[in-house]
Structure formats: structure tokens, C-alpha cells
């Protein structure tokens, strides 16, 4: 079993001895304990204090000196990756291939943000004497999610960092081994002591480093339900900046001139890729009324193929849901579902295998648009967060607008048609912060930025965005 070492605060482990303790499983194989692990919630304070008082020194060091110390770490990560990789899968049990892409996008993530991320920062000037240039805000609170626990917060903490901001880092409380291996790196890259901390633990832990007055910035990546609820912890404090990046709804818009071999390939894998828990999973298809007979037909059988197993089983192709938890939310959506006039064409029930975890078979429903709905909850408004897609069908194109706006969420939309002219039109009208032409929902690119509108995100878009976030910038005049 893993020993947990306690919160990462100035540069150690602060390691206690406690009783009790919250054991966390491999939701691959429940039987196998990962290690006992504690809330740190008493380390908050510390962690903050100590971020605020190497703010000065990092924040003033010359740009390439904390380009070294990223540097470092991503040598640490590429050395380390393996070790990464196997931590994320027997944490939150998305198979290994899967785990060994995320570290290398995460070790990728330093190329981009070190060089055009930065870049959107050089200083501008209007005149000789006149300018602006762009001032770390100081410690930086990241929370991060369970599905890519290295990934998504890293491209945070290098932005953050780079930027000359401190940092304390709340891992999902699903991953809390992964977070302290993160921590171990850190140390090993040798960065000085406070400049990043680590604390563990749930909602109180968050609601800690939130509330805090010397925090700065919030960068939130889950569920919308979780970051509004923070967005009205921080509404009243204007010294400190919020960064949403929440869930998805999101849909593909099939055309009748669509490739459709092509689009069921690209749908099969939006939809079940890391067994649909990732915000830019594929929920929704929204497909002309001539293909939708066969569309249905062909995603049903490719899902079929696709095999589940243990993250260390070669021919895995899906692993389990990340908690007892998530299981039951699933199966209590499909029952949503009947009731929301949803027609099953594949059914949910839950994989008995060797070894036990919590698996369960994707589903399918077919779905008629019954117009706009003011009460957008429920299983055609809610983000699952599993192996789950609702199909539609359209006859003209406005149809398909008014089907994939009546949400709340707004983060990504596939649109798949040979018209260029078609595809922009869904450009101007379709409500996302992502879209892509003749390809999945999942897989954005790390050179352009990466948010959500509505409920999926605040108007701070991630990505290649990053760092414009974790500064302000001052016009500078003489």
C-alpha cells in the first residue's frame, strides 16, 4: 500500500499520526486498497502563509529563472512518467494507455505554455514612454479534478508559475495519491520552499483555501454544481479572480452530407473514451432524419466492441467509473431517462468480472426534441459524467440549433458536414466555446484556448489562455 505523507507545505511533508483515515480502493479492482489516506484541512492556513511569503522572492526572479525550475520538472515528469501513469490508473481507473497519454500532454503542456503562452504576454507599447505590461497577482489556489489529475491542473500551475504566482494545489479527493506523487516531483525539481503546497481533502479542504484572504486567484476545474457554489464564495471579493472550467452537454450535429463511416467512428470514441467521464465527452447526436436509423444501428454495434477490463489488461479498451459513487449516479439517470420518454436501444446494467470494479455497459437512447425547456435539469440537461448518449433527429438545419442550444451547457459541439458554408452558419448560431468541423468532441488542441459558455465555464478560457489569467495588466505611463 501507498504511505500517505501528509500536506506538502514550504518545502516538506508534514507528516502526523492520526487514527482512522479514508481508505482508497481501485475502482478497477475494489478488493485492492491503494493506501489510507487523511484530510489535511488544519494545513490550509500554513500552505497559504507559506505561498505568500515566497510570493516576493519568485515573482521577482527573472523570467528565465523560473523557466528553469519548470524545465526541471517536466525532466522530472518525463523520468518519472511511468510511475505517473500507473498512479492515475489504479486511482481513478481509466486504462493505462490512456493514463501514459495524459502524462505526455502533460510534459507537452511545458513546450507550449513556456513559448506561445507566454508569448501572448510580451509588453506593448503605444508610445516610447506609454505601455503596458502584464504583474503576477500572488498565491494562486488550483483545485483539481479526478479524470486528468495530472494534466488539467498542470497547465494551470505552469501558467501560474511562469507567471511568477505561487501555488497550492487541492488534488480531487478520488486522486489523492497522484497528488502527492505530483508533490514529490516538485520536491525533486528542487523548487524553493513555499513557491508550490499541497493540501488533501473535499469540499471543507476547498472551502478553506477558497475563503482565505490572502488567496488571489481560484482555478476550479469539475462539476458546474461544485464551481458555482464557489463562484459565490469569492462574488464579494473583488481581489480575487475566478476560474471556471466545468462540465459539457456536448453534442454532434450529423448532416445529411456528412461522411457518416467517419462520424460514427469519431462519435464511438467522444462517447466512451475514459468511460465518459471527461467534460468534453460525447452526450448528445443530433442526426438528419435519413441516417438516423443506420447511425443508431452502427454506434450500437461499435459500442458493443469496445472491451472493458483492468487498466492492466492489454486488450482493454474502457475501464470502470471512478467510484461506487459515480455508479449509482449512472444507473439512477437511466431510470431518469424512461421518464424523461427516452426509448433505451442499449440497456445499462453493471459488468460482473475478475477482478470486480465498478463497470458497467454504455447506454444509447433515442430521444424526440419536445421544444425549449425553462427547467433544464434532468437526464436531457444534465452532465452524467458516464458511457451515456442521447440521439436525435432533425429535418432542417434551424431544427438542429434549436436542439443542441436547449441546454445549459456550452462547451463543445461537433458539427459534421462537407459544406464549409454550413459550417460556419453553425459557427454563428451553435452556443460552445469549442467547435469543431468533421471530427470527435474530445482531443482539443493544446496550442488554442479551451473553456465553455452558460454553466460550462466563466469567460476564462484555459488552454494556451492560461497565463492571462494568473496576471493583470498595468498601463504604465511618464
Known amino acids: 500500500m501507498e ?35 487523511y484530510e489535511t484541512k488544519g494545513a490550509v492556513k500554513p500552505a497559504v502563509a507559506a505561498a505568500q511569503q515566497a510570493f516576493d522572492n ?24 511511468d510511475q505517473l501513469a500507473e498512479s492515475i490508473s489504479s486511482e481513478m481507473g481509466k486504462i493505462l494507455p490512456e493514463s501514459q497519454a495524459e502524462v505526455q500532454a502533460a510534459i507537452d503542456k511545458f513546450d507550449t505554455l513556456l513559448t506561445e503562452g507566454l508569448g501572448l504576454l ?95 486567484g481560484v482555478i476550479f476545474v469539475g ?21 471556471l472550467e466545468m462540465g459539457g452537454k456536448n453534442a454532434a450535429v450529423i448532416f445529411d452530407d456528412a461522411d457518416l463511416e467517419k462520424a460514427i467512428t469519431a462519435c464511438t470514441a467522444s462517447m466512451l473514451t475514459t468511460t465518459g467521464q471527461r467534460c468534453n465527452a460525447l452526450s448528445r447526436i443530433i442526426v438528419h432524419e435519413s441516417m438516423v436509423t443506420q447511425l443508431t444501428v452502427e454506434l450500437a454495434n461499435r459500442t ?5 477490463g483492468y ?29 424523461a420518454g427516452a426509448r433505451a436501444v442499449l440497456t445499462p446494467f453493471r459488468i460482473s468480472m475478475s477482478p470486480e470494479g465498478y463497470y458497467v455497459t454504455p447506454t444509447i437512447h433515442r430521444l424526440d426534441w419536445q421544444g425549449p425547456s425553462k427547467d433544464q ?5 444534465d452532465e452524467i459524467f ?14 438542429a440549433i434549436q436542439i443542441h442550444n436547449d441546454c445549459r451547457y456550452g462547451l463543445v459541439a461537433s458539427v459534421f458536414t462537407k459544406d464549409k458554408i454550413r459550417f460556419e452558419e453553425m459557427f454563428r448560431y451553435l452556443e460552445v466555446g469549442n467547435l469543431y468541423w468533421n471530427r470527435g468532441t474530445i482531443g482539443s488542441s493544446p496550442t488554442l484556448p479551451f473553456g465553455g459558455v452558460k454553466a460550462s465555464g466563466n469567460d476564462h478560457p484555459a488552454g494556451l489562455f492560461s497565463p492571462l489569467f494568473c496576471t493583470y495588466p498595468v498601463a504604465i505611463q511618464s
Not at 386 to 399: G, L, N, T
Request: glycine content about 8%; overall charge positive.
Open 304 to 308: 458493443l466492441s469496445w472491451h472493458p
Open 377 to 381: 435539469i434532468g437526464y436531457r440537461y
Open 122 to 216: 510580451a509588453s506593448h507599447k503605444s508610445t516610447q514612454n506609454n505601455y503596458y505590461a502584464y504583474h503576477p497577482r500572488g498565491v494562486m489556489v488550483i483545485l483539481g479534478p479526478f479524470n486528468f489529475p495530472l494534466h488539467l491542473p498542470n497547465g494551470n500551475w505552469i501558467a501560474a508559475l511562469a507567471t511568477g504566482n505561487t501555488v497550492v494545489f487541492k488534488p480531487s479527493e478520488l486522486t489523492p495519491f497522484t497528488g502527492q506523487l505530483i508533490a514529490e516531483c516538485f520536491h525533486e525539481a528542487g523548487f524553493p520552499k513555499g513557491v508550490f503546497n499541497l493540501v488533501q481533502g473535499g469540499a471543507t479542504v476547498g472551502q478553506s483555501l477558497v475563503k482565505h484572504p490572502d488567496v488571489k
Open 386 to 399: 458516464a458511457p451515456d448518449v442521447a440521439i436525435y433527429s432533425f429535418k432542417k438545419p434551424e431544427e
Open 58 to 81: 519568485w515573482a521577482w526572479l527573472k523570467e528565465s529563472e523560473r523557466l528553469y525550475y519548470l524545465r526541471t520538472l517536466q525532466a522530472v515528469f518525463t523520468k518519472r512518467r
Open 3 to 37: 504511505r500517505f505523507k501528509g500536506p506538502y507545505v514550504n518545502g516538506c511533508f508534514i507528516e502526523r499520526k492520526r487514527k482512522g483515515g479514508l481508505q482508497k480502493c481501485d475502482p478497477g479492482k475494489t478488493i485492492r486498497t491503494i493506501g489510507v489516506w
Open 223 to 243: 462539476s458546474d454544481r461544485t464551481g458555482q457554489e464557489i463562484k459565490k464564495q469569492v462574488e464579494h471579493d473583488p481581489k480575487k479572480i475566478c476560474i
Open 311 to 339: 487498466y492492466k489488461q492489454a486488450d482493454a479498451m474502457i475501464g470502470p467509473l471512478v467510484s461506487k459513487a459515480a455508479m449509482t449516479n449512472f444507473f439512477n439517470y437511466q431510470e431518469l431517462a424512461i421518464k
